[in-house]
């Protein structure tokens, strides 16, 4: 047995969708613990392609169990709208429990989510407009409506009827919008709730009860380490905690169930939105890796900034999350590199400098220390084995592995199932008998 938690090691879209799908396979239970429908995950099983953004990727497995945790935030619609689009392509959702103490995303959290991105100018964070910050401030200055509450028609009126028009007031006074009408919005949500009324529970006590069979779970973390509210780079980050030590306040469960953290991480870099980006390329390279790549965001469809892997925030995730060990994603996008660079260390006011700065103007002004080594060019999308690849890209992967000071224990070199390569399973493999900086396995 073992509980595993699966985390992005960047900015997100590491390809945690894909790593996810791949260990839910030896999972009895999936919890997603934090994010919203800001979050997407891509996974692609034989000719199908999945995007899902709030259900858990177990959802394709009919054997496992999947938790929406507290520490999410929920837009019943979007989520809605996923389950009919899963249940088209013949995968059941019977399966899927939501957290009843999840908060709720409301409409006028998407439209002062908007509002508020558009009137900082210049000061953009970046966000998708997809009201997820404005429900975690709710959620922070308990005035948020929860799952539960929409299980409550009666309490659901009381608590909406307030909150709707205290918003309204915010809408017109601040943004000049139009107001919400408060009754077609609680008759909206109420038929909502009866469509997800099946599927709501006491999600921590589910998770202990799993716990105390001794189940297999698997936490899966949206977005990335460098995204997180507390430790990412700050204030171009998300509005809830990505990191490892997020999936016990998320999921209702205490440190001591963790029994393993996986990191993912793209064998290049990539960022959505605004935010320095020390490797960012920005030239032929750059859209060379985003073509090559397809790198535009599965929930908004934005296209995502390109750079040389970063070995300094990788250090740094494996510091913030305890990482045991990695998965490396989209090795195959370098197949054609001459030459491949990583960012070993940074050059700040004139200092060498190895460890990721916490000030917001420092990291702004980082200048990239790179080591240089050259590309394989051939392919390696059907190599399913260490020996199967060339020796320069097992070479590039001792790099990484000795840069971040962790073993690898899965390669991807595709989005597909089998285009993979896994070193050791790490639920059900011995820990840290992986693929280490000197190619012992």
Same mark, same amino acid.
């Given at each position: 047995?073992a509980?595993?938690?699966?985390?992005?090691?960047?900015?997100?879209?590491?390809?945690?969708?894909?790593?996810?799908?791949?260990?839910?396979?030896?999972?009895?239970?999936?919890?997603?613990?934090?994010?919203?429908?800001?979050?997407?995950?891509?996974?692609?099983?034989?000719?199908?392609t999945?995007?899902?953004?709030?259900?858990?990727?177990?959802?394709?497995?009919?054997?496992?169990?999947?938790?929406i945790?507290?520490?999410?935030?929920?837009?019943?619609?979007?989520?809605?709208?996923?389950?009919?689009?899963?249940?088209?392509?013949?995968?059941?959702?019977?399966?899927l429990?939501?957290s009843?103490? =999840?908060?709720v995303?409301?409409?006028?959290?998407?439209l002062?989510?908007?509002?508020?991105?558009?009137?900082?100018?210049?000061?953009?964070?970046?966000?998708?407009?997809?009201?997820?910050?404005?429900?975690?401030?709710?959620?922070?200055?308990?005035?948020?409506?929860?799952?539960?509450?929409?299980?409550?028609?009666?309490?659901?009126?009381?608590?909406?009827?307030?909150?709707?028009?205290?918003?309204?007031?915010?809408?017109?006074?601040?943004?000049?919008?139009?107001?919400?009408?408060?009754?077609?919005?609680?008759?909206?949500?109420?038929?909502?709730?009866?469509?997800?009324?099946?599927?709501?529970?006491?999600?921590s006590?589910?998770?202990?009860?799993?716990?105390?069979?001794?189940?297999?779970?698997?936490?899966?973390?949206?977005?990335?380490?460098?995204?997180?509210?507390?430790?990412?780079?700050?204030?171009?980050?998300?509005?809830?905690?990505p990191?490892?030590?997020?999936?016990?306040?998320?999921?209702?469960?205490?440190?001591?169930?963790?029994?393993?953290?996986?990191?993912?991480?793209?064998?290049?870099?990539?960022?959505?939105?605004?935010?320095?980006?020390?490797?960012?390329?920005?030239?032929?390279?750059?859209?060379?890796?985003?073509?090559?790549?397809?790198?535009?965001?599965?929930?908004?469809?934005?296209?995502?900034?390109?750079?040389?892997?970063?070995?300094?925030?990788?250090?740094?995730?494996?510091?913030?999350?305890?990482?045991?060990?990695?998965?490396i994603?989209?090795?195959?996008?370098?197949?054609?590199?001459?030459?491949?660079?990583?960012?070993?260390?940074?050059?700040?006011?004139?200092?060498?400098?190895?460890?990721?700065?916490?000030? =917001?103007?420092?990291?702004?002004?980082?200048?990239?220390?790179?080591?240089?080594?050259p590309?394989?060019?051939?392919?390696?999308?059907?190599?399913?084995s260490?020996?199967?690849?060339?020796?320069?890209?097992?070479?590039?992967l001792?790099?990484? =592995?000795?840069?971040?000071e962790?073993?690898?224990?899965?390669?991807s070199?595709?989005?597909?199932?089998?285009?993979?390569?896994?070193?050791?399973?790490?639920?059900?493999?011995?820990?840290?008998?992986?693929?280490?900086?000197?190619g012992?396995?």
């Open positions: 047995m509980n595993v938690v699966v985390i992005g090691a960047q900015w997100g879209d590491e390809g945690k969708g894909k790593i996810t799908d791949l260990l839910s396979k030896s999972a009895d239970v999936v919890v997603r613990y934090q994010g919203g429908v800001n979050a997407g995950h891509t996974v692609v099983v034989k000719d199908q999945f995007k899902l953004h709030l259900i858990p990727s177990g959802i394709l497995y009919p054997n496992t169990e999947c938790i945790g507290s520490g999410t935030v929920i837009d019943p619609k979007v989520l809605i709208e996923e389950l009919d689009q899963v249940e088209a392509l013949g995968i059941s959702t019977q399966n429990l939501i009843e103490t =999840a908060h995303t409301m409409p006028y959290h998407r002062i989510d908007r509002a508020a991105e558009e009137r900082r100018g210049t000061h953009k964070i970046g966000t998708t407009g997809r009201g997820i910050g404005p429900t975690y401030a709710d959620k922070s200055e308990r005035t948020g409506i929860r799952i539960i509450d929409l299980m409550e028609p009666e309490a659901l009126r009381s608590r909406l009827n307030w909150a709707i028009n205290y918003k309204n007031v915010i809408l017109e006074k601040l943004y000049d919008l139009p107001p919400l009408d408060p009754k077609a919005v609680i008759e909206e949500y109420l038929q909502y709730a009866e469509r997800l009324r099946p599927h709501v529970v006491d999600s006590l589910r998770i202990y009860e799993a716990v105390r069979q001794r189940r297999n779970i698997l936490f899966e973390g949206a977005q990335g380490t460098l995204l997180d509210l507390d430790h990412g780079t700050y204030p171009y980050v998300t509005s809830s905690n990191v490892a030590g997020g999936a016990c306040v998320g999921s209702g469960i205490g440190p001591t169930i963790i029994d393993r953290v996986i990191g993912v991480a793209k064998a290049y870099t990539t960022r959505v939105g605004e935010g320095p980006f020390p490797t960012e390329l920005n030239g032929t390279i750059g859209e060379m890796l985003c073509d090559r790549g397809a790198e535009f965001g599965t929930t908004t469809g934005r296209k995502r900034r390109c750079g040389w892997f970063d070995a300094v925030i990788g250090r740094y995730a494996v510091r913030i999350n305890g990482l045991d060990c990695l998965a994603t989209k090795l195959d996008v370098l197949d054609e590199m001459e030459e491949i660079k990583v960012c070993v260390a940074y050059e700040i006011d004139g200092q060498y400098c190895q460890d990721f700065p916490s000030n =917001a103007h420092r990291f702004a002004s980082c200048k990239p220390i790179y080591k240089t080594v590309g394989w060019r051939q392919s390696t999308e059907n190599c399913r260490l020996e199967d690849l060339p020796q320069r890209a097992l070479d590039y001792k790099l990484l =592995a000795e840069l971040m962790v073993p690898i224990a899965i390669i070199l595709g989005a597909s199932r089998d285009q993979t390569i896994i070193v050791e399973d790490p639920i059900h493999g011995p820990k840290r008998a992986l693929l280490h900086a000197n012992a396995a």
